[in-house]
């Protein structure tokens, strides 16, 4: 018999009731098996209909409490992660935040994560270079006095604040010293800057209490000469063959509009930036994504389908909500749902003050009052009118 | 009976504030006297006990309903207060009403046009809470701010509020003096019945479930003595509930006030009362108001009052409510049972007397039921209750078994004692997830444990070192019937979270496999003949025998196993003990190039690391944890899928029965010379200490030198803790290596390690060879004295032993010094996992909360109970993650195999 054409596996596998991603898949497949054992049409047909009757025994039940399946599967395995808060994740230089405290972070839809960090990848021109990857760094790299200096002394006799810059950091950060006294000086008017080789005398204009020059020093030093606010150190390091930079702190609105940084996949760990940056559905995939990645280096195996439904309730709104009082669960429509987590009374006489009243469409709901919850079994009715058996006399 | 309670079903519930009038109506009577009974006991008329309200002391019977106690629900009675007082959870309202409206004509300090406009906006907002919440802030500080009334004109004062319930008014007087003006609770009351009906949506109150006014109460509503019961101690001493010790606080004030008022008392003490009053109503309603001293009991423990009871996890909503408390139950320790199915429970017989199934007589079961019921209670398989055609439970007891075994006819229900075969939740707490509880059948056995299959600890996570579990029996036919068709325990082998098997072999099981049929295992007669007897697998006759060796038939393990695999199963895969990848890829290879291969083909190729079946025969490769364990348990997960979980449970059975008789009969034990190596292996392991100290020390001179070179981004002393470290680790990992090399796969401990059935290589080296690096948050350990861990180490020593390097292995003895770093690194073991367990059970709670409602929809969209999609197709895919293969929605290779297979083997 002929062998078939990948035209006729094509039309074949169209033609099936699956959805697009597995498509392909068995289309790819099943040119590659075609080319090593040469299939029988009857045998592609024989195959899609396997595939087909596998997808659709595959399918969920209608009513199944995902939910609940959902919410398990990532509390359960949470049980045995650790809790080190700090770990190093392929940058040996930079903490990040992993195991339950993370899960808890993302869960909790923080503002700022504890340890924020930016993967900046760079664009063609820059990519295969250090050097020019250092260039970009250095644009994104915030530094302060306090990271060029060697050493430092408050000289009390002359009521000088006294900095010794190493040459070879201010080198590095693409500085010299008269940038950094011209940016100073551009900050702070209360005080004079001089420049004597690479000593950096501060003088206030007003000379008052000694605690003042303490102050203003304590300010001079955590001036930032460069770089993006709130963006820490930067570490460059090579993957595959280009060179991508990580930073510690994140901004990353700022970040993308840096030139030389590739905008579409430098990424944060701050799913509140990416949601006000690229917009809630790109937050949505961070938290799949963070979840994941923290799962997985956990050598915890949950499915992605439990994650992605964590996120989609988080970001159902338009807005990242917390899950818990302040957010998901405070959000319930039922009175009774929400005084059974958690500030009972205040729900209680908040729902009594607004005359609210409970449709009893939730699970709590109907566990708290003794009736079939509404998913699983429960959401089956029969179209039956009862009694069955006509009432005794 | 128990089919009309179904019938009714609560639709939704109101929540709203009673009026005065309301709580006069509901009231059963008015309740003037502080006390509860008189000397004789008996309930005094118009007391807090009044027979009106219902009654607790058996034999009375309520004046209102004339129930006997016990039927009768109770009844409301009210006090009439004396002077109004505020109730204290709608005190911050009352401040924000009083704030937002105008002193004189009551009418909400909005313009007409703000009014509309904000109408508008509630309107279209509907019912979401966040978005009302936000409205009726931002309406309060708009009329807050207005000091002139828009309607009539009507100069306004700040309010201000002090915790709990006191309210100053800043007036100022004509010369503009300010003073403060003390509200009291009937002027506020006044203020508030100005409120016209129209404005109260916008100050967030409805207009018939919940006018301001109501408030300050001027009615207290005495709740039924149901609820507040006394209780009777052993010594004749009646002890009041909390609530009722309340009451009579405010009885007795409210008395003292109204007689004070009658007799024209001084303001000033009326006031004092007043406050009284108010602080008692106050601490009843809730006694952890902030900002004013809870109300105690005589013995100094604060009292139990209304909001106290409805908070916390002990409380009404999370304690009586999600969670109840049940009949028909059992819990005892569990231990194992390899021999009983993992679908089973073993129940002593003990409980299977006291636990009972409701079984409706019919003519098929009359004659068995008859017999159970003259049996009776004290026999075992017997009844304890009978039911009668009226719905009369009849208690069974010696004297009246014959009589009832009479009566007993067909619909009637007897109780009968539990029996093999009935189907029982079983359940071991914490339940993290659905596995925790699921249904077995029920094997009545000796003694008084529970007995359980080995294969379902994992998804119970349980072990037998004292654990105890919990029995329940579905009581109606449509419980038992969703308990057999979704919660037995063979539809739970797959994993709902990572779609991969969960209950599977475990430990002996997998150790077992891989004896069985490892390459050069063979068997005797009488030994295949045992095991498979053991094991329960019917065969009618034995196949052909491997080889025969001086006479002696033998069977080779793997022809064995094959006796347990369905006919048709074919499948291969690389398993964990495969370490050289070139005869698993010739095997491949093979496989690849013919699809069909000829099995003496492949039994000339045959090697442990890659498992090759079939047509249900094991040609190749041993069994380990890929096989059938858990998480990774490839052939496990096959069967399941393709031949059913009925199959799967059968296979599980007998693959754990059979290779339990191998370990038991081949002997299977880890002993102290398992750990022993060679002279030279020991002299190896020692060079590497040496060099890797020698390295140590070498950094920490080039650090004290200034020699070292910082890492980015570190400081020169982390610098030096990351070297170290890393050599550290490295010579931990070497002397791992030397020692795994002399021992070999006839070494139990590197069998359970390499199968994967108990333990890790890591472990064998730290008995072996040395336990390496201790550690606490990831950094070599520090913390003791002032620049040293231990006095026995010299100040700021940053050498490798100093700091919790411990070169002996747990056979060679740890060191007094190395024991104690040990220690120390263990204790943060232990610290970390109490601290986690409460993290993560927090977190759970809070993701079940917030998940459980959603459900997938008849049109496969996830809808929350109001109707919202969350998702337009579950998963976007529409997969369940438990019928997925491992998280994937088909395994496009395996559905092409297995059709081409059974295609081409017709043709």
């Known amino acids: 018999m002929l062998m078939v054409s990948e035209k006729t596996i094509k039309n074949l596998v169209e033609k099936a009731d699956l959805p697009a991603s597995v498509k392909e898949e068995l289309y790819e497949k099943l040119v590659e098996y075609n080319k090593r054992y040469d299939l029988k049409k009857t045998e592609v047909e024989a195959i899609i209909e396997e595939t087909v009757k596998e997808y659709q025994n595959a399918l969920v039940e209608p009513g199944e409490a995902i939910g609940t399946v959902a919410a398990q599967s990532i509390g359960e395995p949470s049980t045995q992660m650790t809790l080190n808060t700090f770990h190093y994740a392929g940058v040996a230089e930079i903490n990040v935040t992993l195991g339950l405290p993370r899960i808890i972070e993302i869960v909790d839809a923080r503002k700022n994560p504890s340890t924020p960090i930016m993967t900046v990848y760079l664009d063609e021109k820059h990519r295969y270079d250090r050097e020019k990857a250092l260039e970009v760094a250095r644009r994104i790299e915030g530094t302060t006095l306090e990271n060029l200096a060697r050493e430092e002394t408050i000289d009390i006799l002359n009521f000088e604040y006294i900095v010794e810059i190493d040459p070879e950091r201010l080198e590095k950060a693409g500085l010299d010293m008269e940038k950094v006294r011209r940016k100073l000086e551009g900050s702070f008017k209360s005080a004079e800057f001089e420049v004597d080789g690479y000593t950096l005398i501060v003088r206030p204009k007003k000379a008052a209490k000694l605690s003042d020059l303490r102050r203003l020093a304590e300010k001079v030093k955590k001036h930032r000469l460069k770089g993006l606010s709130g963006v820490g150190k930067t570490i460059i390091r090579k993957e595959g063959d280009e060179y991508v930079i990580y930073t510690e702190g994140s901004n990353f609105k700022q970040v993308l509009k840096v030139p030389g940084v590739d905008p579409t996949r430098t990424r944060t760990n701050n799913i509140h930036e990416i949601a006000e940056v690229l917009g809630i559905e790109a937050a949505r995939n961070a938290i799949i994504e963070e979840i994941v990645n923290t799962m997985r280096e956990q050598g915890l195996e949950v499915d992605v389908r439990h994650i992605m439904l964590v996120a989609d309730v988080m970001t ?13 669960v405070g959000e319930k429509a039922s009175v009774l749902a929400r005084a059974a987590f958690e500030i009972t009374t205040q729900h209680l006489f908040e729902a009594a003050e607004r005359g609210e009243t409970d449709p009893l469409n939730g699970v709590v709901e109907n566990v708290l009052i003794g009736q079939p919850v509404p998913v699983g079994t429960g959401i089956v009715k029969l179209a039956m009118n009862l009694p069955l058996r006509p009432k005794r006399e | 009976m128990a089919m009309q309670s179904m019938k009714k079903v609560i639709g939704s519930i109101e929540f709203g504030i009673l009026s005065p009038q309301e709580i006069r109506k509901m009231s059963a009577a008015e309740i003037t006297v502080p006390d509860t009974y008189d000397d004789d006991g008996y309930p005094i008329e118009g007391g807090l006990m009044d027979k009106r309200l219902g009654v607790i002391d058996p034999g009375l019977r309520c004046e209102t309903c004339g129930a006997k106690a016990g039927e009768c629900p109770g009844h409301f009675g009210h006090v009439e207060l004396a002077r109004p007082v505020i109730h204290v959870g709608f005190a911050k309202t009352i401040h924000r009403v009083l704030e937002s409206t105008c002193r004189e004509c009551g009418r909400i300090k909005l313009t007409d046009e703000e009014i509309e406009e904000y109408m508008k906006k509630f309107e279209v907002m509907g019912d979401r809470k966040k978005a009302v919440d936000k409205l009726i802030r931002e309406i309060h500080k708009k009329a807050r701010e207005r000091m002139v009334c828009p309607h009539c004109g009507a100069p306004q004062f700040p309010i201000k509020f002090e915790r709990p319930t006191i309210y100053w008014e800043l007036r100022k007087d004509e010369e503009g003096n300010e003073y403060k003006h003390r509200m009291m609770p009937s002027e506020i009351r006044e203020r508030l019945e100005k409120i016209p009906d129209e404005d109260l949506p916008l100050l967030g109150l409805h207009p018939e479930k919940s006018r301001p006014e109501w408030m300050v109460l001027t009615v207290l509503p005495v709740p039924p003595v149901t609820m507040r019961p006394s209780i009777t101690l052993e010594s004749g001493i009646r002890a009041e509930d909390d609530l009722t010790h309340k009451l009579v606080d405010i009885i007795r004030i409210n008395n003292r006030l109204k007689s004070n008022i009658e007799a024209g008392a001084p303001q000033l003490i009326i006031e004092d009362l007043w406050d009284l009053l108010q602080y008692h109503v106050t601490t009843y309603i809730n006694n952890e108001t902030s900002g004013i001293p809870p109300a105690k009991h005589k013995s100094g423990r604060p009292l139990k009052t209304l909001a106290q009871r409805l908070k916390g996890k002990e409380g009404r909503f999370r304690g009586n409510l999600s969670g109840k408390r049940v009949n ?37 079961n009359f004659e068995k039921l008859k017999q159970r019921v003259l049996n009776g209670p004290d026999k075992y398989p017997g009844a304890n209750y009978v039911i009668d055609p009226e719905g009369r439970r009849i208690r069974l007891m010696e004297n009246n078994l014959e009589l009832i075994a009479e009566k007993l006819d067909i619909g009637w229900t007897v109780e009968r004692h539990l029996e093999d075969g009935d189907v029982v939740l079983f359940n071991r707490q914490p339940s993290l997830h659905r596995m925790s509880i699921m249904a077995h059948r029920v094997r009545v056995m000796p003694y008084k444990t529970f007995r359980l299959n080995l294969a379902v600890c994992p998804p119970y996570n349980a072990d037998f070192d004292g654990d105890e579990m919990n029995l329940h029996v579905p009581q109606t036919e449509e419980a038992q019937a969703e308990a057999k068709i979704l919660m037995e325990v063979q539809n739970h082998i797959i994993s709902p979270r990572y779609g991969g098997p969960l209950i599977a072999g475990i430990q002996d099981h997998i150790s077992g496999g891989y004896l069985l049929t490892r390459e050069g295992a063979y068997f005797t007669r009488t030994e295949v003949e045992q095991m498979l007897m053991f094991a329960g697998v019917d065969v009618d006759e034995l196949p052909k025998p491997d080889k025969v060796e001086n006479g002696v038939e033998l069977w080779s393990g793997k022809t064995i196993f094959s006796l347990l695999l369905p006919d048709d199963l074919t499948i291969w895969y690389r398993n964990k003990l495969c370490d050289e990848p070139e005869r698993c890829e010739a095997l491949e290879k093979l496989i690849e190039e013919k699809l069909i291969p000829d099995p003496e083909e492949v039994r000339k190729l045959a090697y442990d690391g890659f498992v090759y079946i079939q047509n249900g025969k094991l040609l190749s490769g041993a069994i380990d944890k890929k096989a059938y364990g858990r998480e990774d348990g490839k052939l496990l997960d096959v069967i399941v899928r393709e031949y059913g979980v009925e199959r799967a449970r059968q296979f599980l059975d007998q693959v754990t029965k059979l290779t339990i008789w191998v370990i038991t009969h081949k002997g299977f034990t880890t002993a102290i010379d398992d750990e022993d190596l060679p002279q030279e292996a020991l002299d190896r392991i020692k060079e590497i200490i040496r060099e890797a100290e020698e390295r140590v020390q070498k950094l920490i001179e080039a650090y004290k030198r200034g020699e070292l070179e910082p890492l980015p981004g570190k400081t020169l002393e982390e610098t030096l803790e990351s070297k ?37 290589i890591l472990n064998i080296t730290q008995m072996a060879a040395m336990l390496g690096q201790q550690s606490i948050r990831g950094k070599r350990l520090y913390r003791g004295y002032r620049g040293r861990v231990l006095t026995h180490f010299k100040p700021g020593d940053l050498g490798a032993r100093a700091r919790g390097f411990v070169v002996n292995s747990y056979k060679s003895g740890l060191t007094p010094q190395e024991y104690f770093f040990h220690a120390m690194g263990g204790r943060e073991g232990l610290v970390d996992t109490a601290v986690r367990t409460a993290q993560s059970g927090y977190m759970q709670r809070r993701l079940i909360n917030a998940l459980q409602d959603l459900k997938v929809d008849y049109d496969g969209t996830v809808r929350d109970p109001t109707g919202i999609i969350v998702q337009f197709r579950y998963g976007e895919d529409g997969v369940d993650p438990m019928k997925s293969w491992g998280g994937k929605t088909i395994d496009v290779d395996r559905v092409i ?10 043709g």
Do not use: Q
């Open chain 2, 724 to 760: 170290i470290m890393a050599v550290l680790a490295e010579a931990r990992d070497n002397a791992g290596k030397v020692a795994e090399r002399y021992l070999g796969m006839n070494n139990h401990a590197v069998i359970m390690a390499k199968t994967g059935a108990r333990g890790k």
């Open chain 2, 897 to 906: 195999i297995r059709t081409l297979l059974k295609t081409r083997a017709k």
């Open chain 2, 328 to 364: 028909f139950s059992a819990r005892t320790v569990i231990s194992p049972d390899p021999m009983i199915s993992i679908n089973e429970v073993g129940v002593p017989i003990a409980v299977a007397m006291e636990l009972t199934v409701p079984e409706k007589v019919t003519e098929f």
């Open chain 1, 316 to 328: 159902l709104d338009g807005v990242i909500l917390p899950i818990g009082r302040h957010g998901v």
